[in-house]
């Protein structure tokens, strides 16, 4: 606490504009921290006007709908600010929800006609494991975003909110697909083949979110999954060949890197969503 | 100050987290005329500033609970503000209008205090006269990125310039600085 003071004089000449830059600077840098110099500048500020704003603020609180799945979480146990970040993210609004069910249908559509007779389910295995990836670069872009502004400059940590996030979308999808492959024909067991390289591809994807935007990640990692798959299932001459267990311990490998290199580099997520 | 039974800033923002309008609207009272005045100091447009204002405290009513403790109450929501102000004026594809330059008058008492005497640095120059002979563009840069804390990228955003033209900016900005400190 300090004895000093701003005079009123200065206040008055802040508001209106009239403080040269280097005063107006250094009664901003006070203000901040002194209660009682910001009492004195409310005192001369314009006090019909704080009020007309502060009405058509709390209509707007009031008028504010909270989102389903906001109230869903909240229902499910969830902390309220968790709940309502969970719920801002670009996967639980409808288009996005949408988009997900949308090609996951096509997947099984695409599947069941192809393969009617088949009794694997390896169409469905190439498409399952990039929608969760997906799922993570929607999560976390400011392209779809409309809070992430709000979110920058909120002292929770941004890696934490960042890996709350996507993590909120993957499970989210993961369990959509997971649903569907289990209605598709086929053993059980194709119903979980996918899970590794999707968790190997969100892992990466998370990884890669910290240095590059949303688009080209998931553009990049799209395509490198169907070249993968493709190759290697034209190479061994087995369509299910992406999917054996010796394979799926290197997409369990691939995870594991991806998720040491996201933890050691927490500060990378500082800036979320930081380019346009 | 002579008014002990005074709630705190925190204290305040623990209430409004728990969904106390009262609360809120003592913080708002206590933080909205500053947090005006000062965007207003950024941006010239009376809307959007007014927008910001809005959108900054229905975050606080939304998220106050995810103040951590650390740094002043003050601090934390001009923070929030700051980040508003940039994101409305970039979604609106305007840019800034830096009230700043026109007003570069002369005037003998400097305003010192103990904290601000690291800002107005008088003991190691006339750093108020330095800042006021920089021209209005390096101002503007050490404005956003010393005053108001922005990365890069986010002076960037406000003073609508490529973020390589902040850097080069704060450099000469730092270099003229220097020699009139000097």
């Known amino acids: 606490m300090t004895s000093w003071h701003l005079d009123p004089e200065v206040v008055d000449a802040y508001l209106d504009a009239t403080l040269d830059d280097a005063r107006a600077a250094s009664l901003e840098a006070h203000v901040v921290t002194c209660s009682t110099c910001r009492l004195l500048l409310a005192d001369r500020s314009d006090a019909d006007e704080l009020d007309a704003l502060w009405h058509d603020l709390v209509d707007r609180l009031d008028a504010e709908p909270s989102s389903r799945t906001t109230r869903l979480l909240l229902r499910l146990g969830l902390r309220d600010d968790t709940a309502r970040l969970l719920g801002s993210a670009p996967l639980m609004s409808s288009p996005w929800a949408a988009a997900v069910v949308l090609v996951m249908a096509a997947a099984w559509v695409l599947h069941a006609a192809v393969e009617a007779n088949a009794t694997n389910v390896v169409l ?7 929608l969760p990836m997906l799922g993570v670069t929607a999560a976390y872009g400011p392209l779809v975003d409309d809070s992430h502004e709000v979110t920058v400059a909120t002292p929770y940590p941004t890696y934490r909110l960042a890996l709350l996030r996507t993590a909120g979308a993957a499970a989210i999808v993961t369990l959509a697909g997971f649903v569907a492959a289990l209605t598709l024909p086929g053993p059980w067991l194709d119903a979980v083949r996918w899970l590794l390289p ?5 892992a990466v994807a998370f990884a890669l979110l910290g240095r590059l935007p949303p688009v080209p990640v998931a553009l ?7 070249v993968f798959a493709g190759a290697l299932a034209w190479w061994m001459g087995d369509r299910a060949a992406p999917f054996e267990p010796a394979v799926q311990l290197v997409y369990l490998a691939l995870a594991a890197v991806a998720g040491v290199v996201t933890a050691r580099s927490p500060d990378r997520f500082d800036v979320l969503g930081r380019s346009s | 100050m002579g008014t002990g039974a005074e709630r705190s800033d925190s204290e305040l923002l623990a209430l409004v987290a728990d969904g106390d309008r009262a609360a809120f609207r003592e913080l708002y009272d206590r933080h909205a005329p500053w947090v005006l005045a000062r965007l207003r100091h ?3 447009d009376r809307e959007v500033v007014a927008e910001a204002v809005q959108d900054t405290f229905a975050a606080v009513w939304r998220s106050a609970g995810r103040y951590d403790g650390r740094g002043d109450v003050g601090a934390w929501i001009w923070g929030i503000a700051i980040r508003r102000l940039i994101g409305l004026l970039r979604r609106g ?10 007003q570069a008058r002369d005037d003998e008492a400097l305003l010192v205090s103990a904290e601000d005497q690291v800002l107005v640095g008088v003991e190691h120059g006339d750093l108020a006269g330095a800042l006021l002979r920089l021209s209005p563009e390096l101002r503007a840069v050490v404005q956003a990125t010393v005053l108001d804390g922005l990365t890069t990228r986010e002076a960037a955003h406000l003073l609508g310039i490529p973020a390589g033209t902040v850097k080069t900016r704060m450099m000469r900005a730092r270099a003229e600085l220097r020699g009139a400190l000097a």
């Open chain 1, 124 to 130: 469905f295995l190439y498409v399952a494991p990039l």
């Open chain 1, 220 to 226: 990049m990692l799209a395509v490198a999954w169907m």
């Open chain 2, 42 to 44: 950024r941006c010239s």
């Open chain 1, 198 to 202: 999707a968790l190997a591809l969100s």
């Open chain 2, 93 to 102: 594809g305007r840019h800034q209008h830096v009230v700043l330059g026109e």
